[in-house]
């Protein structure tokens, strides 16, 4: 079992900046892959962005050259930086966690909001 919990949302102004964290428990982060999802109002949830047990990054090309992620092994921990925030980047942002040997994200955090005011 992974448990999983993120923090750092909030209200912000277009073209801010907020920091998202994920800090997991329950598992060998080291062997987990990362993943941040959003789910806007009426909408589906969406993919961001990605990091992998090495390090290898994967971004939607919406948040490509705005939002930054990273990973800190020793606690537990996964970053989203994001910057130059744009109203369409209002949404609950989960994080979600597998096993390098898994498929599919199978542990989820409970989301956190974000709201990028115009």
């Known amino acids: 079992q992974v448990q999983l919990v993120e923090s750092g949302g909030g209200l912000v102004q277009a073209g801010g900046s907020l920091r998202l964290s994920c800090a997991a428990s329950?598992?060998?982060?080291?062997?987990?892959?990362i993943g941040w999802f959003r789910q806007a109002p009426g909408k589906e949830r969406e993919f961001v962005v990605s990091i992998s047990k090495f390090g290898t990054t994967n971004y939607a090309d919406s948040v490509k050259g705005r939002f930054t992620i990273s990973r800190d092994n020793a606690k537990n921990t996964v970053f989203l930086q994001m910057n130059s925030l744009k109203p369409e980047d209002t949404a609950v942002y989960y994080c979600?966690?597998?096993?390098?040997?898994?498929?599919?994200?199978?542990?989820w955090g409970q989301g956190t909001p974000v709201t990028v005011s115009s």
């Open positions: 329950g598992a060998t982060f080291s062997d987990t892959h």
């Open positions: 979600a966690a597998r096993h390098f040997t898994v498929a599919t994200y199978n542990y």
